[in-house]
Protein backbone atom coordinates (compact mmCIF):
# COMPACT_ATOMS: atom_id res chain seq x y z
CA UNK A 1 0.00 0.00 0.00
CA UNK A 2 3.01 2.36 0.89
CA UNK A 3 4.29 2.16 -3.10
CA UNK A 4 0.87 3.31 -4.15
CA UNK A 5 1.00 6.77 -2.43
CA UNK A 6 4.31 7.69 -4.43
CA UNK A 7 4.13 10.64 -6.69
CA UNK A 8 5.66 8.43 -9.25
CA UNK A 9 2.09 6.38 -9.21
CA UNK A 10 -0.04 9.18 -9.34
CA UNK A 11 1.93 10.17 -11.82
CA UNK A 12 1.36 7.30 -13.77
CA UNK A 13 -2.12 7.10 -13.44
CA UNK A 14 -2.42 11.13 -14.62
CA UNK A 15 -0.68 10.00 -17.52
CA UNK A 16 -2.99 7.07 -18.67
CA UNK A 17 -6.39 9.40 -17.32
CA UNK A 18 -5.04 11.96 -19.33
CA UNK A 19 -3.51 10.31 -22.84
CA UNK A 20 -6.95 8.11 -22.81
CA UNK A 21 -9.48 11.04 -22.80
CA UNK A 22 -7.00 12.27 -25.20
CA UNK A 23 -7.15 9.17 -27.59
CA UNK A 24 -10.77 9.20 -26.95
CA UNK A 25 -11.83 12.66 -27.86
CA UNK A 26 -9.50 12.51 -30.70
CA UNK A 27 -10.12 9.07 -32.86
CA UNK A 28 -14.00 8.18 -31.53
CA UNK A 29 -15.51 11.50 -31.73
CA UNK A 30 -13.48 13.65 -33.97
CA UNK A 31 -13.13 11.37 -36.73
CA UNK A 32 -15.86 8.24 -35.69
CA UNK A 33 -18.61 10.16 -34.48
CA UNK A 34 -18.04 13.94 -36.46
CA UNK A 35 -15.94 12.94 -39.23
CA UNK A 36 -12.99 15.01 -39.54
CA UNK A 37 -14.73 16.95 -42.34
CA UNK A 38 -17.69 17.42 -39.98
CA UNK A 39 -15.23 18.54 -37.13
CA UNK A 40 -13.94 21.29 -39.26
CA UNK A 41 -17.09 22.09 -40.25
CA UNK A 42 -17.33 22.46 -36.66
CA UNK A 43 -14.81 25.12 -36.48
CA UNK A 44 -15.82 27.23 -39.01
CA UNK A 45 -18.70 27.49 -37.62
CA UNK A 46 -16.87 29.32 -34.59
CA UNK A 47 -15.13 31.10 -36.43
CA UNK A 48 -11.87 29.50 -36.62
CA UNK A 49 -10.14 27.94 -40.19
CA UNK A 50 -11.38 24.58 -40.59
CA UNK A 51 -7.66 23.32 -41.67
CA UNK A 52 -7.60 24.01 -37.59
CA UNK A 53 -9.39 20.62 -36.85
CA UNK A 54 -6.99 18.55 -38.60
CA UNK A 55 -3.95 20.00 -36.58
CA UNK A 56 -6.02 19.76 -33.11
CA UNK A 57 -6.86 16.09 -34.22
CA UNK A 58 -3.54 15.16 -34.87
CA UNK A 59 -1.71 16.73 -31.41
CA UNK A 60 -4.50 15.41 -29.40
CA UNK A 61 -4.42 11.88 -31.39
CA UNK A 62 -0.32 11.73 -31.02
CA UNK A 63 0.00 12.93 -27.52
CA UNK A 64 -2.41 10.94 -26.22
CA UNK A 65 -0.85 7.99 -27.50
CA UNK A 66 2.42 9.61 -26.20
CA UNK A 67 1.05 9.75 -22.50
CA UNK A 68 0.05 6.43 -22.80
CA UNK A 69 3.09 4.79 -22.77
CA UNK A 70 5.13 7.91 -20.95
CA UNK A 71 7.21 9.30 -24.39
CA UNK A 72 8.33 12.42 -23.40
CA UNK A 73 5.52 13.03 -21.66
CA UNK A 74 5.58 16.75 -20.53
CA UNK A 75 6.24 17.44 -23.98
CA UNK A 76 3.40 15.98 -25.12
CA UNK A 77 1.42 17.47 -22.39
CA UNK A 78 2.54 20.97 -22.59
CA UNK A 79 1.26 20.79 -26.71
CA UNK A 80 -2.21 20.12 -25.78
CA UNK A 81 -2.49 22.48 -22.92
CA UNK A 82 -3.29 25.54 -26.05
CA UNK A 83 -6.07 22.82 -27.50
CA UNK A 84 -7.40 22.32 -24.39
CA UNK A 85 -7.79 26.03 -23.64
CA UNK A 86 -9.16 26.22 -26.95
CA UNK A 87 -11.54 23.79 -26.08
CA UNK A 88 -12.35 25.72 -22.94
CA UNK A 89 -13.32 28.75 -25.09
CA UNK A 90 -15.17 27.58 -27.88
CA UNK A 91 -17.52 25.46 -25.25
CA UNK A 92 -17.37 28.75 -22.88
CA UNK A 93 -20.91 30.47 -24.69
CA UNK A 94 -22.60 27.39 -23.61
CA UNK A 95 -22.06 27.67 -19.84
CA UNK A 96 -20.30 26.04 -17.27
CA UNK A 97 -21.22 22.62 -17.44
CA UNK A 98 -20.26 19.83 -20.16
CA UNK A 99 -23.35 18.18 -19.93
CA UNK A 100 -25.33 21.98 -21.42
CA UNK A 101 -26.60 21.67 -25.00
CA UNK A 102 -23.47 22.06 -26.84
CA UNK A 103 -20.98 20.87 -23.93
CA UNK A 104 -20.15 23.56 -20.75
CA UNK A 105 -16.55 24.80 -20.60
CA UNK A 106 -15.87 23.21 -17.05
CA UNK A 107 -14.56 20.05 -18.20
CA UNK A 108 -11.80 21.19 -20.88
CA UNK A 109 -10.65 23.64 -18.47
CA UNK A 110 -10.41 20.69 -16.06
CA UNK A 111 -7.90 18.46 -18.63
CA UNK A 112 -6.41 21.81 -19.09
CA UNK A 113 -5.21 21.86 -15.52
CA UNK A 114 -4.22 18.22 -15.79
CA UNK A 115 -2.30 18.80 -18.52
CA UNK A 116 -0.23 21.17 -16.49
CA UNK A 117 -0.31 19.27 -13.26
CA UNK A 118 1.29 16.50 -15.52
CA UNK A 119 3.90 19.03 -16.62
CA UNK A 120 5.05 19.44 -13.25
CA UNK A 121 4.82 15.74 -12.36
CA UNK A 122 6.41 14.35 -15.67
CA UNK A 123 5.72 10.51 -16.87
CA UNK A 124 5.55 9.21 -13.40
CA UNK A 125 6.22 5.23 -13.28
CA UNK A 126 6.32 2.48 -15.89
CA UNK A 127 7.12 5.64 -18.56
CA UNK A 128 9.12 4.46 -21.46
CA UNK A 129 11.38 7.85 -21.18
CA UNK A 130 12.17 9.51 -18.38
CA UNK A 131 11.96 13.32 -18.41
Avoid: C
Wanted: a positive charge; aromatic letters at 12%.
Amino acid sequence: MKDLLKPEIGAFILRISLGSVLLAHSVYLKMMVFGLAGTAGYFGSIGLPGWLAYIVFGIEAIAGIALLVGFRTRLFAALTVPVLLGATWAHAANGWLFSNAGGGWEYPLLLAVLALVQITMGGGRYAVTKD
